[in-house]
């Protein structure tokens, strides 16, 4: 089963060097990327200032691997990759990298709309919102 | 039977644990997962939470040596 975790924030030059590496798939027209960013969101008086990401990690692996293989299956895709953060993710800090390839650019848009909302609801990976004064609320996805 | 049971977020939080072992009468009998839970552990009654039995999402379960693991999980955050 494949590790989709990385420990911390995702950087933006592991985001450039993936992007790199797909220059030889030729056969390639179109790719669709979302990017997750922590938000400075504001709690009663206090501002987030990181989410400190857990998840039952065996089985939300199991479960980005179904919804690849769900997306593989609804959309001509070339390639798709899906990276998301473990541990503490500062604001403004990128935490959800997904990238989704195909000759064309519909079935990549298209599939990346599908797997970010699959990602929301289906695997379990919870956020602790670590607020300024260091008390911390639990996120839940709406 | 023992089943080793997990807890993630802010259950962990809640309950002050991470994961135990809790003994199940070894019957036939399909037992409801969230009344079960809620009894054996009054802190979870007003929390939302779901669960897994060997990773996948149930609403009952026979309790039998199939089973290696139940996750009780809170609200997903991913993303």
Known sequence: ???????????????????????????IGAHQIFLGQVRKDQIEEKFV???????HEEMANKSFHDIREITFEKF????????????????????LFVFASSKHRKEAQKAIEFLVEEIKVKVPIFGKEILEDESFVWKENK | MMVKVLYFGMIADALGKT????????SSKEINLKSFFNSHHKELENLNYSVAVNQEFKEKVIID???????????????
């Open chain 1, 49 to 55: 200032a990181a989410i400190d990401y857990s998840a």
């Open chain 2, 19 to 26: 994961e135990e072992e809790i003994s199940f009468d070894n």
């Open chain 1, 76 to 95: 001509d895709l070339t390639c798709m990759h899906i990276y998301h953060s473990k541990g503490l993710v500062k604001t403004g800090e990128i935490c």
């Open chain 2, 65 to 79: 040596d199939t089973i290696e693991e139940i996750a009780i999980l809170p609200p997903f955050a991913g993303g």
């Open chain 1, 1 to 27: 089963m494949k590790n989709c975790f990385r420990e911390g924030p995702i950087a933006s030059s592991f985001i450039g060097d993936a992007i790199a590496k797909h220059q030889v798939k030729t056969n």
